[in-house]
């Protein structure tokens, strides 16, 4: 038995959820994926996945061997990686999804820059504002802003905070007065970014004491760009990162409100596939973007 591609094909199966995924990403059969976990459980004395007709499932001791065995994997394969990618030179299609209003704002007038830095790199940018699975879809990294990252596989790269500001223009609150509490966004028309996880409640703090208050309105929009549009032509009031309208501000279109209360801060993370090499072209764009959008 060849244990560290018996450990690779057990890994891959669990990953893929069959053997036939399995033997996909190995470049194997089926049946060599099958065989070399069966001589990987005669080895260890113990059957590590329960098998049927339909369905694939751990038992209790492989759910602990996979814990344990997918670090070590993980260990070396990055150890090789990095010896390989200090003399390797970034190149290839970078597949990168990222979220699109701060894309436009804060990251595309600078992709030129970055292709003309590595020649022989090309970039595949989807600007989605939706969460998508970057393993299923086949992307290598995604720009995530999240208030909480899920429990996954995937590495995470902290790379900015999304300051957030309640605004609205000069005409709104003429028309339907400025809230003095957070309290008083009940009598408000609330624009609101549907993708957001605080879309119906948002929250703020002043004084060490946190209000978290449910806000309706007649417009919900998938993207903040819609919501600005919204904002600067009077329709009502929102709570929106602060980057996204801060030309606004200066200029006196919107006009802050609450200024006085802090509010959302969302982090911004890179995220890719820890079970994937960090190859050149990966890793030189994830220290573009920690350069570009600033640190944390």
Known sequence: MDKLTALRA???????????????????SPAAISKNIGELEAHLGTRLLNRTTRRMSLTEAGEDY?????????????????LTAMRAQPRGTLRVSAPMTLSLIALTPHIPGFLDRYP????????DD????????????????????ENSSLIARKLMVLDHVLCASPDYLANHGCPQHPRDLAHH????????????????????????????????AGSSLAIRDALRAGFGISLIPRIYVADDLTSGTLTQVLGDW?????????V???????VPKVRCFIDFLAETLGPA
């Open 130 to 149: 939706r969460r998508i699975n970057i393993v299923e879809e086949g992307v290598d990294l995604a720009l995530r802003g999240t208030d909480q990252l």
């Open 189 to 220: 028309n609330c624009l609101r970014f549907s993708l957001s996880g605080h879309a119906n409640s948002w929250t703020f703090s002043r004084d060490g004491k946190e209000t978290t208050v449910p806000v309706t309105g007649r417009y919900t």
């Open 66 to 82: 996979y814990g344990r065995i997918r670090r070590v994997l993980r260990d070396l394969e990055d150890a090789d990686t990095s």
């Open 120 to 127: 022989d790199v090309s970039l595949d940018l989807s600007l």
């Open 10 to 28: 057990f890994r891959e199966a669990v990953d893929q959820g069959s053997f036939a995924g399995a033997a996909r990403r190995l470049g194997l």
């Open 272 to 278: 890719y596939p820890s079970r994937q090499y960090l």
């Open 262 to 270: 802090q509010s959302n801060r969302t982090p911004v993370y890179a």
